[in-house]
């Protein structure tokens, strides 16, 4: 009997894992729409959807969805990353806004800056980045004149983060009517760094002027009246507002997450939830020194491992010789400092009362 032969029909294909090859190979989701993040709870990202201008008719262009808000969940093809407020995502799936819909990112759009800070530098030196906003171009720094009193560390911390974001600076001193801002105003005034002074039914015109077309990030500490100022620049915001405890001296979290508010002018605002510490475990030193191009230049010349705030240091030498003004090198040596994870409560000895 002659022996059979064999062919593909013969060979036995294993069934189950491993039986269709793997892909990396992505949809490439071009029927999306974009959103823009405008809150984050649990898991959860409420996007402003705009609606798409098309060609055509009026009677087309009527039909059109009209602008919306989306709630949406994450793509598992996104994995860890992140979604903040202030993104801009690509959705699919039911993009309407109707009741109880939900959409899918699917892309999260490159970001033109992105405000981090570290977990508080007191209790836990991970040196892991918080993601607060995406896509802001103004830091505004919110802080009271008096109840509470004034933090300059926390300010200076703050700051720092914009120069880590590369956005610009703000201070907005509100609660005026109760101590004048001279002092604080001079002690920023070396930085550069554009002020607003507000006070208690008082015009915002000016703050205005600083906000309408932009992309605004509120951070302060709690209790300054951030959440009241937000109330006033949109009326129709209904953010919570307390008052300061009068033990502690100290405000409560009214604001529990952040959420982007857009202006009657024009512009956005993004109110943050009150912070009592703001961590920069990631930002560099040169990142600092880079704020400061007049100062920088000189540091080549600084011994090898110079920390630029104790003796041996070549910047008091330039300084010393008319170069620069000493309190341009204070107010660095003071940013610095504010790296090194010392209580944001600590008022400058030369800060006065």
């Known amino acids: 009997m002659r022996k059979r032969e064999y062919d593909e029909d013969d060979v036995r294909v294993r069934p189950g894992k491993g039986s269709r090859p793997r892909t990396r190979i992505r949809p490439a989701h071009e029927d999306a729409v974009e959103g823009f993040v405008v809150a984050v709870d649990r898991g959860r990202y409420t996007t402003l959807v705009e609606p798409e201008r ?17 709630v949406a969940m994450k793509s598992r093809e ?61 830091l505004v720094i919110v802080t009271a004149l008096a109840d509470p009193p004034p933090r300059p560390r926390m300010i200076d ?3 720092v983060a914009a120069f880590d974001a590369e956005i610009d600076a703000l201070l907005c001193l509100t609660k005026s009517d109760l101590a004048p801002p001279d002092n604080l105003v001079a002690l920023y005034d070396p930085l550069g760094v554009a002020h607003v002074v507000v006070h208690k039914g008082g015009s915002l015109d000016e703050l205005r002027d600083h906000l309408t077309g932009r992309i605004s990030v509120l951070v302060g500490h709690s209790g300054v009246g951030k959440s009241t100022l937000v109330n006033a620049l949109v009326p129709d915001a209904n953010r919570a507002v307390s008052q300061v405890n009068a033990v502690t001296g100290r405000g409560r979290h009214t604001s529990t997450s952040a959420v982007a508010l857009e202006l009657p002018e024009g512009g956005w605002i993004i109110d943050t939830p009150g912070v009592r510490s703001f961590g920069l475990a990631h930002v560099a030193v040169e990142t600092v020194l880079a704020a400061f191009p ?12 110079c920390t630029h705030l104790g003796d041996g240091c070549a910047l008091d030498a330039w300084v010393a010789a008319g170069n620069s003004y000493p309190a341009r090198l204070e107010s660095l040596r003071r940013l610095l400092s504010s790296r090194e994870g010392t209580s944001d409560d600590t008022t400058p000895s030369h800060q006065a009362d």
């Open 54 to 70: 098309h060609k055509g008719s009026a009677q087309k262009r009527k039909q059109q969805p009209q602008r919306r808000l989306v």
């Open 78 to 138: 996104l994995g860890r990353k992140g979604i903040v407020v202030g993104d801009r995502v690509a959705l699919v799936g039911d993009v309407s806004g109707r009741p109880d819909t939900l959409a899918r990112v699917v892309r999260v759009e490159p970001r033109t800056s992105m405000l981090r800070r570290s977990a508080d530098d007191t209790e836990d030196t991970d040196g892991i980045e918080r993601p607060v906003v995406a896509n802001a171009d103004q």
């Open 157 to 159: 911390r703050i700051l």
């Open 294 to 305: 007049d100062l920088n230049e000189v540091t080549v010349n600084c011994p090898k491992g």
